[in-house]
């Protein structure tokens, strides 16, 4: 297998859009993806975008895709890549092509200057914690992730 890894482009959205709902489906929430071609062109390229992509192809042909930000550590003063997303398709699977992108990504951290690069991972997704455990990352056990999303969101925010 012949990989390469290249930058998305707006022509991508169609692509990035199908490997998202495969990325959903496998991660049992197929249902809740609210993303288009359109919402995608505009939130990852378009104009004051905090966001980045990356198409893994094999032999030519799309095969998975990292999706990025850069977030901020205060006790640093440093910038950080947060994986919102990476996804390798069924085919391509125990390839190699998963560490291929989180290389690819562990480089452009270093030369942005980034003190971290991280992610998070569903519990009961053993392939991956198996791969992050093998190139060294190390989970963050002591914090506990909060969300506020739809209808809370919006109470919460407009809540006196």
């Not at 495969?22 to 071609?37: C, I, M, P």
């Amino acid at each position: 297998m012949n990989f390469t890894i290249r930058p998305a482009t707006p022509a991508d959205a169609a692509v990035i859009l199908g490997l998202i709902t495969e990325l959903a489906v496998y991660e049992k929430a197929g249902h809740e993806v609210e993303a288009t071609e359109e919402t995608i062109r505009t939130s990852i390229f378009g104009e004051g975008s905090v966001t980045d992509a990356a198409i893994l192809e094999c032999d030519g042909k799309p095969a998975g895709f990292a999706v990025w930000f850069y977030n901020y550590s205060t006790w640093q003063a440093r910038n950080g890549l947060y994986l919102e997303d990476l996804y390798v398709s069924p085919d391509q699977r125990g390839s190699g092509a998963g560490k291929l992108l989180l290389k690819h990504l562990a480089r452009i951290a270093v030369e942005k200057g980034c003190g971290r690069f991280e992610w998070s991972v569903l519990d009961w997704n053993a392939p991956a914690i198996r791969v992050y455990d093998a190139i060294g990352a190390e989970p963050q056990t002591e914090w506990i992730r909060y969300r506020l999303a739809g209808k809370a969101l919006e109470a919460f925010a407009s809540a006196d």
